[in-house]
Every structure is written in structure tokens, then in C-alpha cells.
């Protein structure tokens, strides 16, 4: 199955560039526009508005995007399966990421996969819920490891729940708790993480009515962890977020139990090809260990 021309075509909106995405993939521009003229040849009508602002979709592009999409998508399978044949001697994921599984668990996974298929490219983005889900369902990323969300766009492979923690400056009242209530946040100076982005944060303050004073955000754990420290506010995460970190911070369980099902997203309309198929099985066979 041919997609190139397809490829570039993805490549071009992703950069904004003929001239950037003729350098990713080896084609001069004239050899780029070449391609793009044949393609809106061959369809009818224009794909692409050039103007000095940039290259935008026209509405018959946006449109064909989801099927291009698509197309692409399938003929990433068919090599995929070629690969698969040829024991993985190629191949490309791309794997976005909670912040957390970034640091904690995908260098284990990484290592192992890179010794069994060296071959397979494995590139890695680092993202919030909303940016890991886009990725997922719209095909840019092969799958997502990120909390589970009801998102019909997406399948999940459930892989471990995880605590919600509370994290506190060592000198608050609070510090001195086992396990605080959700109302012991009403009211507390806050510094919220990656907001707007559908964030576990966000979902915890949806499911329990308090209301903590917003005061800080920021778009790093590290950060908010260190601003916490600082007895700046108080903040929440995922429990595996704080594993291996130092400083007057203390992290407390809530005494609702609240949790995170840390999971694998995959795209629901596609099979998955044998590089994802392995990289699954990579990532169960780490965990059990971890």
C-alpha cells in the first residue's frame, strides 16, 4: 500500500512547512509541491491554502483529513505486519505519556522492548489527558499511557490503580493527619497542575464539592512539588508522581480512598499492529516486576 504522498501530506500540516517537511522526509521543495499538485490532481480539488501566513487546510481537506488519516494509519499496519514477518527489523510507535509512567515506568519498558526489537523506533511525548487522548484517537500517537477517562474515541488496557495524594508543606496542620478528608482542602491556598487539561486534579475537585483558593499553577509536577515545599500551597497527584522525591513535603492518602486506573489507550478503530502488540506485552511482563 503506496501512502506516501499521503505521509507528506500529514507532514506538511504537522510542521506548517513544505520547506520543513521536505527536510524531515528528503524531498526538495519543488519535489514536495510536485507531490502535493499530483495529489490535488488526483482528488479534484485543492487540499492545501498557501499564503503568506502559512498552509491551511481548505474545507475540502479538512473534510478528507479523518479518511487520510486513516489510509495512513492502515498502511502503517501493512508495514507493521511485513516487519512482524521479518522479526521486527523496523518499524516506528510513537507512545505518549503521563508525566509519572514517564519517569517511573517506561525506562524499564524501554529497555526491555530496545533489547528484544532494537529495529523498532520508539518515540516518546510527554503529556497531559487531553493532549495523550487527542493523540490517541486521531492517530498521532500509537497508544497513551494516562488515568482512565470515559472517552469512547479510545480502548483501555487497564494496568494498576494508584493512590491520590495529597501533598503538603512538612510545617501545615495538615501534615500531622494519616489521611486527610477532601473538605480539609476548602478554603487552602492551591497550587493546581496543568490546568484546564481535564487533569486528576480537576476530576477529584468534580467528584467532592470543595473549594480550595486557586493561588499558583504550573505546567511541571516538579515545580508545584518544589512550590509546595516552599509553603507556597498545598496541591494533589498521583501517588507514583512523588515516588523518589526529597524535601519538606509530606504526602497523605485521603480518606475516601480515591484513586487513579493508571491505563493504556489505544485506538478503538485500529488493530493493532505487531510493534504495538509487543510493546503491550513489554509493558505487562515489566509491571509484574515493578
Known amino acids: 500500500m503506496d501512502t ?66 486513516n489510509m495512513v494509519r492502515a498502511g502503517e499496519a501493512v508495514k507493521d505486519e511485513r516487519d512482524s514477518l521479518l522479526s521486527l527489523t523496523g518499524g516506528s510507535l510513537s507512545i505518549g505519556s503521563y508525566f509519572s509512567i514517564a519517569a517511573h515506568w517506561l525506562p524499564s519498558i524501554l529497555s526491555l522492548y530496545h533489547r528484544r526489537y532494537p529495529k523498532v523506533a520508539v518515540h516518546l511525548k510527554e503529556c497531559g489527558n487531553r493532549e495523550c487522548l487527542d493523540g490517541v484517537a486521531e492517530g498521532t500517537l500509537s497508544c497513551a499511557f494516562l488515568g482512565r477517562r470515559k472517552d469512547s474515541r479510545v480502548r483501555w488496557i487497564p494496568l494498576r490503580e494508584d493512590r491520590l495524594m495529597a501533598w503538603i508543606p512538612a510545617s501545615h496542620p495538615l501534615a500531622s493527619k494519616d489521611a486527610i478528608e477532601p473538605s480539609d482542602l476548602a478554603g487552602q491556598p492551591f497550587i493546581n497542575i496543568l490546568p484546564h487539561e481535564d487533569t486528576d486534579v480537576e476530576n477529584f475537585l468534580r467528584r467532592h464539592p470543595v473549594h480550595p483558593r486557586f493561588t499558583l499553577s504550573t505546567a511541571s509536577n516538579y515545580t508545584a512539588w518544589r512550590m509546595v515545599e516552599a509553603g507556597l500551597g498545598l496541591s494533589l497527584n498521583n501517588e507514583l ?11 497523605r492518602p485521603f480518606t475516601t480512598g480515591d484513586t487513579v486506573s493508571l491505563s493504556l489507550a ?25
Not at 4 to 24: K, P
Not at 269 to 282: N, Y
Open 4 to 69: 506516501g504522498r499521503y505521509e507528506i501530506f500529514l507532514r506538511i500540516l504537522e510542521t506548517g512547512s513544505l520547506t520543513a517537511a521536505g527536510e524531515e522526509t528528503g524531498y526538495s521543495p519543488s519535489g514536495i509541491t510536485r507531490m502535493m499538485d499530483s495529489l490535488e490532481k488526483e482528488m479534484g480539488f485543492p487540499l492545501l491554502s498557501r499564503s503568506s501566513r502559512g498552509i491551511h487546510l481548505t474545507r475540502e481537506g479538512e473534510a478528507l483529513l479523518p479518511f487520510i488519516r
Open 266 to 290: 489505544l485506538p478503538r478503530s485500529a488493530a493493532c499492529g505487531p510493534a504495538l502488540r509487543k510493546w503491550i506485552e513489554t509493558t505487562r511482563e515489566v509491571l509484574q516486576t515493578l
Open 241 to 251: 508522581m512523588s515516588r523518589g522525591w526529597s524535601g519538606n513535603v509530606c504526602t
